[in-house]
């Protein structure tokens, strides 16, 4: 039962991980990190990601420009463009590092204790992911709640409020880490995995038939 449950762990810890660097990614390009509705007109629905700024309209759909400069963007937009690439990046190497660690892939099959080294990097990779992306999600929200109840702002001037983006990015966060734990839970495990099993029975029998060919006369 032990055997069976453990590559199952293994497939829904990476499935879950890959869920969230979808879902980093995703976070990175919405341009829905801040949404800002003007009480003058209802219909229309300001949006700021870390790209480009973006106006909703009711009739004329979506329209976005993007950002002329980098160092003209706000510190916790420029500092949440870094993170995120490396959250995105870590997580593509954390997938590719844990998928060759996996029971199920019947390449290196003999290399159990590598196989393990790789799963084990892989989480740890998912957890780096998971973080980096928690972080600058966090940090938008916080910065947006100090904006919204600054009292130095007449209440006249519209403030800006939470986007989609930011729930998808705790979500992806969520799912990263989750995995990563998933994987670093079944590297951790000391069982014997049937394939090594099998390999070390046939390398005994391969001895002892070259004990008896040695030993006939």
């Known amino acids: 039962m032990a055997l069976v449950f453990q590559p199952v762990m293994q497939l829904s810890g990476i499935l879950v991980s890959l869920l969230g660097w979808v879902l980093s990614c995703l976070t990175t390009y919405l341009p829905q990190w801040?949404?800002?509705?003007?009480?003058?007109?209802?219909?229309e629905i300001w949006t700021m990601g870390l790209w480009q700024a973006c106006v909703?309209?009711?009739?004329?759909?979506?329209?976005?420009?993007?950002?002329?400069?980098?160092?003209?963007l706000p510190p916790e937009l420029r500092i949440s463009r870094i993170l995120m690439f490396f959250s995105n990046g870590s997580g593509l190497?954390?997938?590719?590092?844990s998928g060759f660690g996996l029971d199920c892939l019947k390449i290196g099959e003999r290399q159990q204790e590598q196989k393990k080294r790789l799963l084990l990097f892989g989480g740890i990779l998912f957890w780096i992911s998971g973080i980096t992306a928690i972080v600058p999600v966090s940090w938008v929200a916080h910065s947006t709640v100090q904006e919204f109840w600054d009292e130095n702002i007449p209440d006249i001037v519209p403030r800006w409020d939470f986007g989609e983006a930011l729930f998808v990015g705790w979500l992806a966060g969520f799912c990263l880490i989750l995995g990563g734990?998933?994987?670093?839970?079944?590297s951790c495990s000391t069982e014997v995995h049937p394939s090594s099993v099998r390999y070390a029975v046939?390398?005994?029998?391969?001895?002892?038939?070259?004990?008896?060919?040695?030993?006939r006369p």
């Open 34 to 43: 801040k949404n800002l509705n003007l009480e003058l007109n209802e219909l």
């Open 56 to 72: 909703v309209q009711e009739e004329g759909g979506m329209q976005c420009k993007d950002f002329d400069s980098f160092l003209a």
């Open 93 to 97: 190497l954390g997938l590719l590092l």
């Open 181 to 186: 734990s998933l994987l670093n839970c079944t």
């Open 202 to 215: 046939a390398e005994q029998q391969d001895q002892c038939q070259c004990l008896e060919t040695e030993t």
